[in-house]
């Protein structure tokens, strides 16, 4: 069956950098475009980053641009984001999701979804 399983979340500083890892199993990755979500306590859960299956097109959220990067191994079936300059308002789990081909923000067209990370941003 499909399986995302992030890591690399923790606790970091204000200022400070993360990089979170997505690897996917259970599908052709390189058939599917693959997305960061993340979610605050008592918060909707909101669209971060999304890549295309060739890693030729990505989308941003207005409030990571610049501070973030998404990028894919599709040789490792794996997904990265790179996050600078973090923010406590970054402080969130967050989840890697898979869909078919094209980019998109909109968070129920995803097909499969990992379990999430932990970050934490202390100010």
């Known amino acids: 069956q499909v399986q995302l399983v992030e890591s690399g979340g923790g606790l970091v500083q204000a200022g400070g950098s993360l990089r979170l890892s997505c690897v996917a199993s259970g599908l052709p990755f390189r058939n599917y475009a693959m997305g960061w979500f993340r979610q605050a306590p008592g918060v909707e859960r909101e669209f971060v980053a999304a890549i295309a299956w060739s890693g030729g097109g990505t989308s941003y959220a207005d409030s990571v641009k610049a501070r973030f990067t998404i990028s894919r191994d599709n040789a490792k079936n794996t997904v990265y984001l790179q996050m600078n300059s973090l923010k406590p308002e970054d402080a969130a789990v967050y989840y890697c999701?898979?869909?078919?081909?094209?980019?998109?923000?909109?968070?129920?067209?995803?097909?499969?979804w990992g379990q999430g990370t932990q970050v934490t941003v202390s100010s």
């Open positions: 999701a898979v869909k078919k081909w094209v980019v998109t923000t909109i968070m129920g067209e995803y097909d499969y």
